[in-house]
């Protein structure tokens, strides 16, 4: 049977043959540890749970509005000045507004500029979409606006910036922030941001969007998350922000996609919204102290750009790989023998690299580590 050339231009994620393979190895008895979760590993909190449950008993549980719960939408466009509900749009996850976010920018050929290392689904979800994913190099894990510059062609439609980062950590500051918005203004494209992981920056920082710059707000469509932030990973709550004429497009094609967001799964996020900087600030501290641990531990061994937030550090590994393995084989290496998981860099298009995940609880991050440098 033939299936089409769509499904078979685009790669597997990588992180599902790794989680399979750890699995397998939890079946045989093995005691594994996973550092290469994507989630934090908090309960959600308790106020989340009892607005689902009110919902559920209420009956929200029918079809609703294709682009979200008037209320929740009205709530979000608080986060933006002079936005209203005509500029958000509620999706299942930020994962699915990026990927209509695509479909919307791109004709057969269009180029979107991505920074490598980038997140998995990125190039993917731009090929789809039958766009070409055009893939800058980064300097110290920052932007290089020269790169990006010289990478701007007449087929450029739009940049894709994802600050705090997902592998690296690293949070663009508000300079690099505005010249790419001065960038994006100079050639007229979309600039895409993908700030999943708003919630968790470190050392004192505050999170700074690209939406601060007024004048790029035309051009601008912010894609941001529940998951992270709310431990709300399984509720697939995110949402996009932007003009009402490109919001409207992504609700046209959301129309033949997937329809509305769970119903109840949009109560518990606007419970979510209820919750006070009290009750979240904790998840930060616990994860800046986490960060802070397994940074100094791991850059003792390897070369590690510190990360300022999301949750993740992506060192320098190629030292050990001696030009003999790649690190993909050295992640295997030490799933197999050593018991510990973490994602290759070629996952995020940058061998020589592993990232590890510190949103794991204490005991497992201090044993994940230490059979990460026994393994060396
Ligand atoms: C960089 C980045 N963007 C977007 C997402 C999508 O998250 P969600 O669909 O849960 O909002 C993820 C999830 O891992 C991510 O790492």
Same mark, same amino acid.
């Given at each position: ?218 051009? *601008?469509?912010?894609?941001? @998350?529940?998951?992270? =932030?709310?431990?709300? !990973?399984?509720?697939?709550? #995110?949402?996009? %922000? +932007? ?6 497009? *992504?609700?046209?094609?959301? @129309?033949?996609?997937? =329809?509305?967001?769970? !119903?109840?799964?949009?109560? #518990?996020?606007? %419970? +979510? ?6 009750? *979240? ?96």
């Amino acid at each position: 049977m033939k299936l089409a050339d769509r499904v078979n231009h685009i790669e597997e994620s990588g992180t599902v043959q790794f989680t399979l393979l750890l699995q397998q190895l939890r079946r045989d008895g093995r005691d594994v540890i996973d550092l290469a979760v994507g989630e934090p590993p908090y309960d959600t909190p308790a106020g989340i749970i009892e607005g689902t449950r009110q919902a559920l008993e209420d009956g929200q549980t029918k079809y609703g509005a294709v682009g979200g719960l008037t209320e929740l939408k009205s709530r979000l466009a608080e986060q933006f000045e002079g936005y209203d509900e005509d500029n958000i749009l509620i999706s299942n996850g930020s994962k699915q507004s990026l990927y209509t976010i695509f479909q919307t920018l791109c004709n057969p050929g269009d180029e979107v500029i991505i920074l490598r290392p980038y997140w998995v689904s990125f190039p993917e979800q731009i090929k789809l979409a039958g766009g070409r994913p055009v893939i800058v190099r980064s300097r110290n894990h920052q932007p290089d606006l020269d790169e990006i510059q010289q990478t701007i062609s007449a087929k450029t439609r739009a940049i894709l910036i994802n600050s705090p980062n997902n592998p690296t950590g690293a949070v663009y500051p508000s300079a690099v922030l505005e010249e790419i918005a001065a960038l994006a203004l100079k050639h007229n494209l979309f600039i895409v941001s993908d700030e999943a992981y708003s919630a968790y920056v470190y050392d004192g920082l505050q999170f700074k969007s690209i939406f601060a710059y007024e004048d790029i707000r035309q051009q *601008l469509i912010v894609t941001r @998350s529940f998951s992270k =932030g709310h431990q709300m !990973t399984g509720f697939r709550v #995110g949402f996009a %922000a +932007a003009a009402p004429e490109v919001i409207a497009a *992504l609700n046209k094609l959301q @129309s033949h996609l997937t =329809g509305n967001v769970c !119903t109840f799964a949009q109560y #518990g996020a606007l %419970a +979510a919204l209820d919750l006070s900087a009290d009750d *979240l600030n904790p998840y930060r501290k616990d994860l800046e102290s986490k960060r802070d641990y397994a940074y100094r531990a791991i850059s003792a061994v390897f070369d590690c750009i510190k990360p300022r937030g999301a949750f993740y550090l992506f060192p320098d590994v190629a030292d050990y790989l001696k030009g003999e393995m790649t690190s993909a084989d050295f992640a295997r290496r030490l799933l197999k023998e050593k018991g510990v998981a973490v994602v290759p860099g070629e996952e995020f298009g940058t061998a020589g690299h592993i990232r590890i995940s510190y949103a794991v609880p204490e005991n497992q991050l201090a044993s994940g580590i230490e059979r990460i440098i026994e393994g060396l």
